[in-house]
């Protein structure tokens, strides 16, 4: 498991965390999210998971959720263990990017008993919605800690998502209360470059705060009518 293997990933990061936070003065520990696999409905056995040497499937609500709680118990007890000096394990990030109601007849049964025995460890969840994708607008009913959408700008080799369209999405953002994930992506099939997205980005949350102080005075104006 790389995740945390001696010198990787994790170790890795609090050397790293640990060299930064002492140039900075920082006695605080760094928040690390663990992701959380999506456990796909399959056809065929899971694997064992309790050791008694028969492999679970992965095809119920009940299967489904027993291995979502083995994956984050085997996370939560290798951090534990490892006792990393710079480092605080903060929650999971559940890796499905959308809630795909065909996948099962359980998927909203199935994404709140992940939040649920997360919050049950006293840790967080975020959900990562590709733009606009199924679940985006009703995150917090489905338990989430907190959610960030994407934009998508990343993809444009996909001629699908133009620089205008950031409107849309940063209304879609402000009105479910989201925050924003920001990617990447080196290799693009069109020029809309990452200073282009932001300084778009930029003109419309400015407009959006004024439209915002225009409509509070607005209501004050009729307040005292």
Not at 114 to 141: C, M, Q, V
Request: some cysteine.
């Amino acid at each position: 498991d790389c995740t945390f293997k001696e010198g990787q990933d994790i170790e890795a990061l609090d050397k790293v965390v640990g060299r930064v936070y002492a140039e900075l003065g920082i006695k605080d520990k760094y928040k690390v999210f663990l992701t959380m696999p999506y456990p796909t409905v399959l056809d065929k056995p899971f694997g064992d998971i309790d050791g008694d040497g028969i492999a679970e499937n992965c095809k119920t609500l009940e299967e489904r959720t027993a291995i979502i709680k083995w994956f984050a118990d085997k996370c939560i007890n290798a951090f534990a263990e490892k006792g990393y000096e710079n480092l605080e394990l903060a929650g999971f990030y559940w890796l499905r990017e959308e809630v795909n109601y065909s996948d099962s007849d359980h998927e909203v049964e199935l994404v709140k008993a992940f939040n649920e025995y997360a919050e049950s460890k006293k840790l967080r969840t975020i959900f990562d919605p590709f733009y606009l994708s199924t679940g985006f607008d009703h995150w917090e009913e489905l338990g989430f800690s907190s959610a960030v959408m994407q934009p998508n700008v990343a993809f444009t080799n996909k001629d699908y998502f133009e620089i205008g369209m950031l409107g849309e999405f940063a209304q879609s953002v402000y009105n479910n209360h989201l925050g924003v994930e920001i990617e990447t992506n080196v290799v693009i099939g069109k020029t809309i470059t990452v200073d282009a997205a932001l300084t778009e980005g930029a003109k419309i949350c400015a407009g959006m705060q004024v439209e915002k102080a225009k409509a509070k005075a607005r209501s004050r104006r009729e307040s005292q009518c």
